[in-house]
Antibody, heavy 117, light 109 residues
């Protein structure tokens, strides 16, 4: 069974940093591109970042470019999102999702990030 | 990276069919056959329902179908059931990025 489990969310002050993790199991993690997608409270889904299976290709939404860094450790079956210079508008549930045929095939349960003073 | 356009809400009675539209541009929906649809129940993670415009993942009911014409994609749910009540999001690949629609709340009357 495919499982994606996010962790690392919490309350952080504006300008602060946070590192999210996503632990994968039940599939060959190293063969799949991965994404981070977020959802602000009561709002829709927003794609944040994508990383290819070997980390050769990395992409970011304009809203996070220069502040967030996606990475992965295939030996640990883990995906990460380093978030710096956080803003109130970054408050959201952050989901990791595996990519298959340009669609987000499997999703974790999400981790809540709250940016507030 | 403008969001795709979906109706805010649709409704239907059990057994009926409904269609949710998703309008983009030639740079996203119209330019790639990489449109996907997601179902999200309150408090839950999204679930992939359709990928590559019209393909269903294993385990998704054949009551769900997808199509595309020009810059507009559509999700049709036939034989509506109470459990279909949820939010639905479309998404399209676009030049190394992904864009989502604003979401449509489906109410089963």
């Amino acid at each position: 069974e495919v499982q994606l489990v996010e962790s690392g969310g919490g309350l952080v002050k504006p300008g602060g940093s946070l590192r999210l993790s996503c632990a994968a199991s039940g599939f060959t993690f190293s063969s799949y591109s991965m994404n981070w997608v977020r959802q602000a409270p009561g709002k829709g889904l927003e794609w944040v970042s994508s990383i290819s299976s070997s980390s050769s290709y990395i992409y970011y939404a304009d809203s996070v470019k220069g502040r967030f860094t996606i990475s992965r450790d295939n030996a640990k079956n883990s995906l990460y999102l380093q978030m710096n210079s956080l803003r109130a508008e970054d408050t959201a549930v952050y989901y990791c999702a595996s990519l298959l045929e340009a669609a987000m095939a499997f999703w974790g349960q999400g981790t809540l990030v709250t940016v507030s003073s | 990276q403008s969001a795709l356009t979906q109706p805010a809400s649709v409704s239907g009675s059990p057994g009926q069919s409904i269609t949710i539209s998703c309008t983009g541009t030639s740079s996203d929906v119209g330019g790639y056959n990489y449109v996907s649809w997601y179902q999200q129940h309150p408090g839950k993670a999204p679930k992939l329902m359709i990928y590559e415009v019209s393909n269903r993942p294993s385990g998704v009911s054949n009551r769900f179908s997808g199509s595309k014409s020009g810059n507009t994609a559509s999700l049709t749910i036939s034989g509506l059931q109470a459990e279909d009540e949820a939010d639905y999001y479309c998404s399209s690949y676009t030049s190394s990025n992904w864009v989502f629609g604003g979401g449509t709340k489906l109410t089963v009357l």
